[in-house]
């Protein structure tokens, strides 16, 4: 079992910065990567971005690319997004969440994680 637990999350205003956190614990060492994800008032949870635990590789969603940075401290098996250049449209619940498959068969869907934080909530004013 995976437990995850993100914090971070405020209101600021268009243009600042925010850095969310995703720890994790118990069986670390199953997972493979993990993925944030987001979902605004009665819209799709949707995918931000994703880094593998082991090489640190990430993608983005195209909605955030360039502005959002995902890093890993494996040592403290902790996740971080870093978001700036903050839009309201970013305004969401934030979620991570941890795959434990080798192979992925679609890391931009949440049905390929299966281990997910209680979100933290980001507000963006104009």
């Known amino acids: 079992q995976v437990q995850l637990v993100e914090s971070g999350g405020g209101l600021v205003q268009t243009g600042d910065s925010l850095r969310l956190s995703c720890a994790a614990s118990?069986?670390?060492?199953?997972?493979?990567?993990i993925g944030w994800f987001r979902q605004a008032p009665g819209k799709e949870r949707n995918f931000v971005g994703v880094?593998?635990?082991?090489?640190?590789?990430?993608y983005y969603a195209d909605s955030v690319k360039g502005r959002f940075t995902i890093s890993r401290d494996n040592a403290k098996n902790t996740v971080y997004l870093q978001m700036n250049s903050l839009k309201p449209e970013d305004t969401a619940v934030y979620y991570c969440?941890?795959?434990?498959?080798?192979?992925?068969?679609?890391?931009?869907?949440?049905?390929?994680?299966?281990?997910w934080g209680q979100g933290t909530q980001v507000t963006v004013s104009s």
């Open positions: 969440a941890a795959d434990r498959d080798f192979i992925p068969r679609n890391y931009k869907a949440s049905y390929e994680y299966d281990s």
């Open positions: 880094i593998n635990r082991s090489d640190g590789n990430t």
């Open positions: 118990g069986q670390t060492f199953t997972i493979y990567r």
